[in-house]
């Protein structure tokens, strides 16, 4: 399944405010970048927020490695792995 989503690697620029995702280069150079401007007065829940979006790529991929050994382990009833096939299909936009 193609995401729906805009590929990683996202990175969280602190020092400008930004969520961004781009071919990043240490000069702060980018291309193919799409920019979220996630600033305002109280920060701190908005940099946790930019935080947990950047590593969402990964943690979606994570989950469905996890999710595949449970079911090949047969606990494809286990109540986690239920859990977890739940939250890959709402990331995926199936819920």
């Known amino acids: ?4 989503h805009t ?14 995702r781009g071919n990043l280069k240490s000069d702060w150079n980018y291309s193919s970048t799409t920019i979220l401007l996630i600033h305002d007065d109280a920060f701190r829940p908005t940099e946790a927020d930019a935080i947990l979006i950047e590593a969402a790529p990964d943690l979606l991929e994570a989950l469905k490695d996890a999710e595949e050994l449970l079911r090949v382990y047969l606990l494809d009833a286990n109540p986690v ?15």
């Open 1 to 4: 399944m193609n995401p729906k």
């Open 7 to 20: 590929p990683g690697p996202w990175a969280f620029g602190k020092e400008r405010s930004w969520l961004f």
């Open 81 to 95: 792995c239920v859990a977890a096939r739940a939250a890959i299909a709402k990331a995926e936009g199936r819920s």
